[in-house]
């Protein structure tokens, strides 16, 4: 069983950094053939994809966070992150990680575990 803990979650004006780190614990692999992502659900709203990467490092985004975020992964700690700079107020979700077995980063595929999630908030 794989547990996920998400962390680097808060408060933060408009225009503004933070990054996002998920670790991964139960696996005796360092990940190898898995794919990690980053989903977010906002109030009211349905949970949507906003990025993902396959152990070789490559990467896939949402239109809507494409060259503002940046996504990348740590095989040695089986942690991956988000970079989130330039956030914008439509940026506050509460933020989950997911991982799957798989090569292609996508977000239309079934995913495995799920951390718990973390709260942006992103000020006006």
């Known amino acids: 069983q794989v547990q996920l803990v998400e962390s680097g979650g808060g408060l933060v004006q408009a225009g503004g950094s933070l990054r996002l780190s998920c670790a991964a614990s139960g696996s005796t692999d360092s990940g190898y053939g898995t794919v990690m992502g980053w989903f977010r659900q906002a109030p009211g709203k349905e949970r949507e994809f906003v990025a993902a990467?396959?152990?070789?490092?490559?990467?896939n985004y949402a239109d809507s966070v494409k060259g503002r975020f940046t996504i990348s992964r740590d095989n040695a700690k089986n942690t991956e992150y988000l970079q989130m700079n330039s956030l914008k107020s439509e940026d506050t979700a509460v933020y989950y990680c997911?991982?799957?077995?798989?090569?292609?980063?996508?977000?239309?595929?079934?995913?495995?575990?799920w951390g718990q999630g973390t709260q942006v908030t992103v000020s006006s």
């Open positions: 990467i396959n152990w070789s490092g490559a990467t």
């Open positions: 997911a991982v799957r077995r798989g090569w292609t980063p996508a977000g239309n595929y079934e995913y495995d575990y």
